[in-house]
């Protein structure tokens, strides 16, 4: 933590949002895992915070729905299960398909543009893939999706699609264990890019129906051999 301790002084504004970013990176990173609670004097000291802005950035990220507050105990970072999955996977595909119809009946041109964004997230997972590094291909899924929605161009689609990020980040990580080669992913993604770029709609609306549910049942599947609930 002498790293973070460093920076939240360089900056010199150690305000709720900063510190609200810093503890949502650490819990979609698995740094704070599922189920733990929240030391306010730990992180206090940790971040060289006071009380009341780490309080306000809890609050916020309990908005969010990845802490919860229990009476008399404190703040847990959320335990995602079977229920969680399926509702979060759900409501992705509604959006992401969504975006799609948006995206094709938008044009060649948006189409195209939406292409190259996401050609470059799809090569840079593939390079992960070759080095085995699970965690930046898990940023990389989430940004190829969240991307994917903006380029739909529609600003509440988007906003509503954010308040899902941190959750399927949550997710995402969890698949490592479950997938049976990280280019699986890869291809999984590679697919959606040339189904867009093609400007099938029937194929590119039953691949993220695809993707999405077969993603629901790899989660429930690591959390069985993990032994949970």
């Given at each position: 933590?002498?790293?973070?301790?460093?920076?939240?002084?360089?900056?010199?504004?150690?305000?709720?949002?900063?510190?609200?970013?810093?503890?949502?990176e650490q819990i979609v990173r698995g740094t704070i895992r599922p189920g733990q609670q929240i030391n306010e004097s730990l992180v206090a000291s940790q971040l060289n915070t006071s009380r009341g802005p780490l309080r306000e950035a809890l609050q916020r990220?309990?908005?969010?729905?990845?802490?919860?507050?229990?009476?008399?105990?404190?703040?847990?970072?959320?335990?995602?299960?079977?229920?969680?999955?399926?509702?979060?996977?759900?409501?992705?595909?509604?959006?992401?398909?969504?975006?799609?119809?948006?995206?094709?009946?938008?044009?060649?041109?948006?189409?195209?543009?939406?292409?190259?964004?996401?050609?470059?997230?799809?090569?840079?997972?593939?390079?992960?893939?070759?080095?085995?590094?699970?965690?930046?291909?898990?940023?990389?899924?989430?940004?190829?999706?969240?991307?994917?929605?903006?380029?739909?161009?529609?600003?509440?689609?988007?906003?509503?699609?954010?308040?899902?990020?941190?959750?399927?980040?949550?997710?995402?990580?969890?698949?490592?264990?479950?997938?049976?080669?990280?280019?699986?992913?890869?291809?999984?993604?590679?697919?959606?890019?040339?189904?867009?770029?093609?400007?099938?709609?029937?194929?590119?609306?039953?691949?993220?129906?695809?993707?999405?549910?077969?993603?629901?049942?790899?989660?429930?599947?690591?959390?069985?051999?993990?032994?949970?609930?």
């Open positions: 933590m002498a790293a973070t301790e460093e920076q939240f002084s360089l900056e010199g504004r150690p305000t709720a949002q900063l510190i609200a970013d810093h503890l949502r990220l309990c908005q969010e729905g990845i802490l919860i507050y229990r009476r008399n105990y404190g703040v847990f970072v959320l335990e995602i299960g079977p229920t969680d999955f399926r509702e979060i996977y759900s409501a992705r595909e509604t959006i992401e398909s969504t975006a799609a119809r948006i995206l094709l009946d938008g044009g060649p041109v948006q189409i195209r543009d939406a292409v190259e964004v996401l050609k470059e997230i799809v090569d840079g997972m593939a390079k992960h893939a070759v080095a085995s590094n699970w965690e930046a291909i898990a940023g990389l899924d989430m940004q190829f999706h969240s991307s994917f929605v903006a380029a739909a161009g529609n600003s509440r689609l988007n906003r509503i699609y954010k308040a899902l990020a941190t959750e399927s980040r949550m997710c995402v990580l969890n698949l490592e264990v479950s997938y049976p080669r990280m280019e699986v992913l890869v291809e999984e993604h590679q697919d959606l890019l040339e189904l867009l770029e093609a400007g099938d709609r029937e194929g590119l609306l039953a691949a993220i129906k695809r993707h999405m549910r077969e993603a629901v049942t790899h989660l429930i599947a690591t959390q069985q051999e993990q032994g949970r609930p």
